[in-house]
């Protein structure tokens, strides 16, 4: 579904990622995994042309991804993102949130009235709260609503940065477990980025393992156990575990 070939992007002096080739199949959990500035929101937002590679090409379903803005927005259409926190408008409901892109795309009022309700079934979120305002949601809610958003135009592929990451652990728990329900039941395309070994294992089929803008290595988590690539790997893996051990 994406193909990275070379990418790289530099901020000013800073290297966020260096050159990188990927290919992220169809139909599966892709987890971006790595320790803070290791470049993996940098990816993601290469990938639904947020950024602009500064060497390189991005390919989306086999096509490179245009430089032209009405062409990126067109195949960005296709995409669903969510990020920390929702990234919810915060004078908008949360009604008004999740279909505000299908209101400027002039969907009927009832297509977008049966694509909600199906949302919120999916996501179990409470009904009686779509008339509310972000500020009025509790943190999961407005998770919630922010992963409404990015289905509610049914596209190909679910671009996730962190969307859990500021959530206490009981919320995160259910979310996790939600999420996972979710991305079974709709087989989509997902690209999952957290710095969670533990959320990784749960939510994730494919991990990509970064440090410092380059991938250390790929492949399912038990390969990355069983036959490190680099010393880091093996390092990255018990550090979670331990800390995990310790929240525990």
């Not at 958003?149 to 969307?163: G, H, N, S």
């Not at 979310?175 to 395309?189: C, N, S, V």
Request: glycine share 10%.
């Amino acid at each position: 579904m994406f193909e990275l070939e070379g990418v790289s992007k530099r901020f000013g002096v800073t290297q966020a990622l260096r050159p990188v080739s990927l290919k992220l199949p169809p139909g599966r959990t892709t987890v971006l995994l790595g320790p803070s500035g290791c470049g993996k929101s940098t990816l993601l937002r290469l990938m639904n042309g947020l950024l602009r590679p500064d060497t390189g090409r991005v390919l989306f379903d086999g096509q490179p991804l245009a430089s032209e803005q009405a062409a990126v927005l067109a195949v960005r259409q296709r995409m669903g993102y969510a990020l920390q926190g929702g990234g919810l408008f915060p004078h908008l409901t949360a009604r008004q949130n999740v279909d505000l892109m299908a209101r400027h795309l002039r969907w009927p009022e009832a297509r977008r009235q049966a694509r909600l309700a199906e949302l919120v079934e999916l996501t179990r979120f409470p009904a009686d709260a779509l008339e509310r305002f972000p500020g009025q949601l509790s943190g999961g809610q407005r998770q919630r609503v922010g992963l409404m958003r990015a289905l509610m135009l049914e596209p190909d592929v679910l671009l996730l940065d962190e969307p859990l990451g500021a959530l206490d652990p009981m919320v995160r728990s259910e979310l996790q477990a939600d999420l996972r329900t979710i991305f079974a039941r709709l087989g989509k395309t997902v690209v999952l980025v957290t710095h969670d070994l533990a959320e990784a294992a749960f939510l994730g089929e494919h991990m990509v393992l970064l440090r410092e803008g380059q991938v250390v290595q790929e492949g399912p988590l038990s390969e990355l156990e069983a036959r490190p690539a680099d010393p880091f790997v093996t390092r990255f893996i018990q550090a979670q575990r331990l800390l995990t051990e310790g929240r525990g």
